[in-house]
């Protein structure tokens, strides 16, 4: 069965204090993994696609890795507006998307 | 700019109501979405539709309607079937079949039964 999995789900860091965000996965045919953002009230904004193992991307303080059987989200020296909930998903073959449950961040000045 | 529009972004229903939630896009996707988001849980899938006048149910579609008889728009319609329809509602689109095919999303209506 197909699954997507994201742990812890929810994290309180220090500003400044790094860490990670893990989303495992079991899926036949992936054909994407992908990270969004999501602040309070609001949909989900696009972060970053990964879609073989190895493969790793960065936007400012993020960088998202994957593997065979699961991604992290690093981020490096939070501020606190980097807040927000944090949503994984994978794209399997017949354009079906999967999402995990999400990770709720807090970045505390 | 290009992105996605639903409307309206809070609505309230009485018991034995339909609804319906409007989502316009201006990306020239193919593909629209709608998803369901709960606390605590995943976005679900409702209904997708690949083309005009074409669409699928997706995990959790009894008790909604869907149409597509405009590329740019995909309403959605929450009958008396369901049974709780209290949530977070999520229209989406992508480029199509091909390509990154990132989901691109609209701000979200919250819909609450009375």
């Known amino acids: 069965e197909d699954q997507v999995t994201q742990s812890p789900e929810a994290l309180r860091l220090q500003e400044g204090e790094s860490s990670s965000l893990n989303c495992s996965y079991t899926v036949s045919g992936l054909r994407g993994l992908f990270w969004y953002r999501q602040d309070p009230g609001k949909g989900p904004e696009f972060l970053f696609t990964?879609?073989?193992a190895g493969e790793e991307k960065e936007k400012e303080r993020l960088k998202a890795t994957l593997t065979k059987k699961e991604s992290f989200l690093h981020i490096t020296a939070p501020k606190p507006e980097d807040s927000a909930t944090y949503l994984c998903a994978v794209r399997r073959t017949g354009n079906q998307f999967y999402f995990g449950t999400g990770t709720s961040l807090t970045v505390i000045p | 700019d290009g992105g996605i529009t639903q409307s309206p972004k809070y609505l309230f229903r009485k018991e034995g109501q339909n609804v319906t939630l409007s989502c316009e896009q201006n990306l020239n996707h193919d593909a629209m979405y709608w998803y369901r988001q709960d606390p605590g849980q995943g976005l679900r899938l409702i209904y997708y539709s690949q083309i005009v006048n074409d669409f699928q149910k997706g995990d959790i579609a009894e008790g909604y309607s869907v149409s597509r008889e405009k590329k740019e728009s995909f309403p959605l319609t929450v009958t008396s079937a369901q049974k709780n329809p209290t949530a977070f509602y999520l229209c989406?689109?992508?480029?199509?079949?091909?390509?990154?095919?990132?989901?691109?999303f609209g701000a979200g209506s919250r819909l609450t039964v009375l």
């Open positions: 990964l879609y073989s």
């Open positions: 989406a689109s992508s480029i199509g079949l091909t390509g990154a095919n990132v989901l691109t």
